[in-house]
């Protein structure tokens, strides 16, 4: 069974410039999530997708950061401009939908890292 | 606020030496508690968790951890570590009540193997 795909695994740009990172998840998973990876620190969450609907999106920079999940399965998140400070390392993980007493481990793919200069 | 904390940054341990990552949260109540491993290049693999019952836990890769619930901490351990397990360690946590909202993970301990 194929895991959690991201693309691309690198990327590297000036700043101001836009930059988007694909995720596929495991397939029948309903539940989808972006996480920031700082260096030296641990994964933060940005966004939290049941199905289409974004369910979490707290902690996303709203100015900056957007993500879509059109048809429930693939994922992309976008950043536009970027900032010295969005280099990091983003990770997409996904697990089988959230039920009440059931715990659904999240799978983790290996992440884009992003170098801003 | 829901925490987690990993006092040692790095640890260096000699092949076939044991092992012990410390982790303490800070939570209202018992959370959820795993362990993940990151290595080079790679996503996050689930070392081992623990949601209720018996303190010691069994993993992958020959990895255990107990959870002390009067010490706030939940460390992993390896009687004899293999060169292959240099990477970096999270513990995290859930919510038991929201399971599957968002983890909440340490800064990370990097572990070096030395031969």
């Known amino acids: 069974e194929a895991g959690v795909v991201q693309s691309p695994r690198y990327k590297i740009i000036e700043k101001k410039q836009p930059v988007a990172f694909w995720c596929n998840p495991i397939s029948g998973h309903n539940t989808l999530y972006w996480y920031r990876q700082n260096l030296g620190q641990g994964p933060e969450l940005l966004i939290r997708?049941?199905?289409?609907?974004?369910?979490?999106d707290s902690q996303l920079p709203k100015d900056r950061f957007s993500a879509e999940r059109l048809k429930g399965v693939d994922s992309t998140l976008k950043i536009q401009p970027a900032e010295l400070g969005d280099s990091a390392v983003y990770l997409c993980?996904?697990?089988?939908?959230?039920?009440?007493?059931?715990?659904?481990?999240?799978?983790f793919g290996p992440g884009t890292r992003l170098t801003v200069l | 606020a829901q925490s987690v904390t990993q006092p040692d940054i790095h640890i260096t341990v000699s092949e076939g030496a044991s092992l012990e990552l410390r982790c303490n949260y800070s939570?209202?109540?018992?959370?959820?508690l795993f362990w993940y491993v990151q290595s080079p290049g790679q996503g996050l693999q689930l070392l081992l968790k623990y949601f209720s019952g018996d303190t010691l836990v069994q993993g992958i890769k020959g990895f255990e951890a107990e959870f002390k619930r009067s010490q706030s901490s939940f460390n992993l351990r390896k009687p004899s570590v293999h060169w292959s397990d240099a990477a970096e360690y999270f513990c995290?946590?859930?919510?038991?009540?929201?399971?599957?909202?968002?983890?909440?993970f340490g800064k990370g301990t990097t572990l070096s193997v030395s031969s």
């Open positions: 995290a946590v859930d919510s038991p009540n929201q399971a599957g909202t968002a983890l909440i």
């Open positions: 993980a996904s697990s089988l939908v959230r039920l009440a007493g059931i715990y659904n481990e999240q799978f």
């Open positions: 997708y049941e199905n289409e609907e974004a369910v979490d």
């Open positions: 939570y209202g109540a018992t959370p959820y």
